[in-house]
């Protein structure tokens, strides 16, 4: 079983609608948890970071991380075309060194 | 600023070939990261190094040797290349270890094994 599992989709949304991109873990010690972005043929960048459980809100990007079920997500509101990218979640335990652990990315296509 | 480089963007090797794979980086970064990118595999890190002179072992070393030759540079050697090792290759920073949730990456170099 893997330390990260993410749906790698794809997901296909009309403009507008609202996102939920989700991903599941194992290691209780992850204290960090990320959201990257990654479109076609670029290196990732990063979107949004989380310590800890709780919601964290930027624009129309909200990230919630639950602890006790081991569960994060990522809400994208008002979907536009330019969010079409694959999101990979990340997860970091400070006591590994700063070691990321990634998802295998799910691939997101919004139509306009 | 431009950001974190890497060189060759695409490459195709034969099979037992050696290749490097350059990555620099201007923002002053202690920590540097090598990984690789496979179809339904998310990003695994190859090798890492916290700061300038330390290199470590991620989750796929195997088949790899890496060099932080100074600050700025973190170089990942292929030996003996395999069709296995066909992959994207991503080279990253952060600030420091205690900050890698906040990494920098490269655009990626596509390497081809034949």
């Known amino acids: 079983q893997k330390e990260v599992e993410q749906d790698p989709g794809p997901l296909s949304v009309p403009e507008g609608a609202i996102v939920s991109l989700n991903c599941t873990y194992s290691n209780s010690a992850f204290q960090y948890f990320m959201w990257y972005r990654q479109y076609s043929r670029k290196g990732p960048e990063l979107l949004m970071y989380?310590?800890?459980?709780g919601n964290k809100e930027d624009g129309r990007f909200t990230a919630q991380v639950d602890k006790s079920s081991k569960y994060i997500s990522l809400f994208i509101r008002d979907s536009q075309p330019s969010d079409s990218a694959t999101y990979l979640c990340?997860?970091?335990?400070?006591?590994?060194?700063?070691?990321?652990?990634f998802g295998q990315g799910t691939e997101l296509s919004v139509k306009p | 600023n431009a950001g974190v480089t890497q060189t060759p963007k695409f490459q195709v090797l034969k099979t037992g070939q050696s290749m490097t794979l350059q990555c620099a980086q201007d923002m002053n970064h202690n920590s540097m990261y090598w990984y690789r990118q496979d179809p339904g595999m998310g990003l695994r890190l190859i090798y890492y190094s916290a700061s300038e002179g330390t290199t470590d072992k991620g989750e796929v070393p195997n088949g790899y040797n890496v060099s932080r030759l100074n600050k700025r540079e973190f170089s990942l050697r292929l030996e003996s290349a395999a069709p296995s090792q066909t992959s994207v290759y991503f080279c990253?920073?952060?600030?420091?270890?205690?900050?890698?949730?906040?990494?920098?990456f490269g655009p990626g170099t596509r390497l081809t094994v034949t």
């Open positions: 989380t310590y800890s459980s």
């Open positions: 990340a997860m970091m335990s400070y006591n590994q060194g700063g070691k990321l652990i």
């Open positions: 990253a920073s952060s600030e420091v270890p205690a900050r890698a949730y906040e990494q920098y």
